[in-house]
């Protein structure tokens, strides 16, 4: 009787679902069965277990194998995949930049030193692209490669006045300006235009390309568009300002419900009372939020000294912290979080696309068989052999159609995912009348309450401590 089929008598070997461990079992022997560290593994190797082998415990089940006999060893291990790391674009200056007052390192504000807007000349590199690195593969215990994830490539989002170099290996100022990203964070390098005082009659309504610096009030019923930023050294009334990069302003707002203010990106400002605030992303307020209409798709922070919301409607795809919400004649204050209407409308729309696509694919397939089938039968004419390159045209960008609905769904889908973890941060005190609503959930508050946050948690709006 050949060695492995007397070790197969007392021998089994397994294999993890991933092929990444190998296990021996060892079934009834008696002190007499004895087996040599060599003939253990020929025998895993007869087994299929190339890779890996732990030398070590072999040597001991060869010693004492009655040590071994009632739970399987792991004999033999893989080498797992490394995967590959993904490429990055990296801006080379802060975006952060702009016209605001400085702070001291007390806290304190002088209005009177300013920092310098971020402009970049005409040919200057902004930012530089690192190549994605592939993976490295693994080897699986019987010694079969395996694959890991290779790193995604990075790519440019260009905008306006930014330009690349031939292998778009670095991203550079087409002309003089100030670099500003707006909504897809696309880079952009627009020009500055500055007005010395109050947005009034002076100088009546401003709709600019680039980026507006105002050093002074914008005052009712004014309005200012940019494509860029909007930076306001002073305060707002109820003036009308869009931009589709940020939006920041040195004082406050008191806009008596007139006019809006409305940013691609961020708008900061010290205080917001009776106004309309619609960001792209975060709505950051340094002291209070009083009687207004807030909406921004990630968060809503008013978390700074005072750090007060009483009053109106604010609205956030991600969160909502402040230090005080309502007051205590019980002021009606709604919250609401996780609310993204416009990705879920998008997200049934790209799902009805992706119907439609397949569709015209399948008809398109069809089409495409019976030309092949004419062709194989030497019955194509020139006419159809014209349709037949058409289709296969068409069926490639069908196909590529629905690669890309598909890559948007599964982004928005992840989206939607996260906002389940949508949250209201109260730091200090929520008062009774104010009203918290999370998806299609609400809870009123009734009392007041402190350092509490208010999450979606097993079907129903739980309020937990801080």
């Known amino acids: 009787m050949s060695t492995t089929m007397m070790l197969e008598q007392y021998l089994e070997v397994s294999l993890s679902e991933d092929k990444m461990t190998a ?9 007499n069965v004895q087996f040599t560290e060599d003939q253990l593994e020929q025998f895993l190797k007869s087994s299929q277990v190339q890779y890996g082998l732990k030398q070590e415990v072999l040597r001991e089940i060869a010693r004492r194998p009655l040590l071994y006999m009632k739970e399987p060893v792991v004999v033999a ?9 993904d490429g990055k674009i990296e801006v080379l200056m802060s975006l952060a930049g702009g016209t605001r007052p400085l702070e001291q390192e007390d806290g304190s504000v002088d209005l009177k030193e300013i920092q310098q807007l971020n402009n970049v000349t005409r040919g200057q590199r902004i930012a530089v692209r690192t190549p994605a690195a592939p993976a490295r593969p693994g080897t699986n215990v019987r010694g079969e490669a395996v694959k890991g994830r290779d790193g995604k490539e990075a790519r440019f989002k260009l905008g306006k006045n930014v330009v690349t170099d031939g292998e778009a290996v670095a991203a550079y100022a087409a002309i003089d300006g100030l670099i500003v990203k707006t909504e897809g964070d696309k880079l952009n390098v627009f020009p500055v235009y500055e007005v010395n ?3 009034d009659y002076r100088t009546g309504n401003i709709d600019f390309v680039g980026t507006v610096v105002v050093r002074g009030n914008v005052l009712t019923g004014f309005r200012i568009k940019a494509a860029g930023d909007i930076r306001v050294i002073g305060g707002v009334e109820g003036a009308q300002m869009e931009a589709q990069g940020s939006i920041e302003i040195t004082g406050g707002v008191i806009a008596a419900h007139k006019g809006s203010i409305q940013a691609g990106q961020q708008i900061k400002c010290s205080f917001v009372q009776e106004g309309n605030l619609i960001a792209g992303t975060d709505v950051i307020v340094s002291q209070s939020i009083m009687h207004s209409n807030v ?12 750090g007060l919301i009483v009053g109106g409607k604010i609205q956030a795809g991600e969160r909502v912290v402040a230090r005080t919400i309502g007051n205590n004649t019980s002021t009606a204050t709604t919250i609401e979080v996780g ?8 997200l049934t729309e ?12 399948d008809k398109t397939e069809k089409a495409l068989n019976l030309l092949d089938k004419l062709a194989a039968a030497g019955e194509l004419s020139e006419d159809k052999m014209q349709m037949r390159h058409k289709l296969n045209l068409t069926k490639k960008s069908i196909v590529q159609e629905q690669t890309d609905i598909r890559e948007r769904i599964f982004e928005l889908e992840k989206t939607l995912e996260d906002s389940n973890d949508a949250r209201v941060d109260v730091h200090q005190l929520v008062y009774g009348g104010s009203k918290m609503v999370i998806g299609r959930y609400t809870r009123y508050v009734k009392d007041v309450n402190k350092h509490v946050s208010f999450r979606f948690i097993d079907g129903e709006i739980a309020m937990v401590s801080l």
């Open 77 to 85: 291990t893989g080498q797992q995949p490394v995967d590959g790391v």
């Open 197 to 199: 005082g109050d947005v």
């Open 350 to 361: 790209l799902r009805q696309q992706f119907r439609v696509a397949n569709d015209n694919l």
């Open 295 to 306: 909406r921004a798709s990630k968060q809503v922070i008013c978390n700074g000294t005072k």
């Open 23 to 31: 296990y021996l079992h060892i079934n009834d022997v008696d002190q």
């Open 339 to 346: 609310v993204l209407p416009e990705l879920r409308n998008e």
